[in-house]
Nanobody
């Protein structure tokens, strides 16, 4: 069982930066593929970035590639999302998620955090 808690959201102007954190509990954190997802008002939840157990492999949605960086620190049971050059269309609730499967895909996540709001003003 893994519990996830996001933090670091807030209000930022376009072009600014934020760093989201996801704190996890559970002894097997390092076994899990982790991901960041987001949901804007009136829209479906969408994939943002995923990272494998070691942090060596990452994938990004085209909309954030080159601006966002996902990382993890297994010793600290934490995952991060560094968001630079933020745009108003990045406004959403951001969720971290985990799954105990090795497949690097946006599907099949077993555990979800409660979300943190990111608002980018123009």
């Amino acid at each position: 069982q893994v519990q996830l808690v996001e933090s670091g959201g807030g209000l930022v102007q376009a072009g600014g930066s934020l760093r989201l954190s996801c704190a996890a509990s559970g002894r097997t954190f390092s076994n899990y593929v982790m991901g960041w997802f987001r949901q804007a008002p009136g829209k479906e939840r969408e994939f943002v970035a995923i990272i494998n157990w070691s942090g060596a492999t990452t994938y990004y949605a085209d909309s954030v590639k080159g601006r966002f960086t996902i990382s993890r620190d297994n010793a600290k049971l934490s995952m991060y999302l560094q968001m630079n050059s933020l745009k108003p269309e990045d406004t959403a609730v951001y969720y971290c998620a985990a799954k105990n499967r090795p497949t690097m895909s946006p599907y099949g996540y077993d555990y979800w955090g409660q979300g943190t709001q990111v608002t980018v003003s123009s």
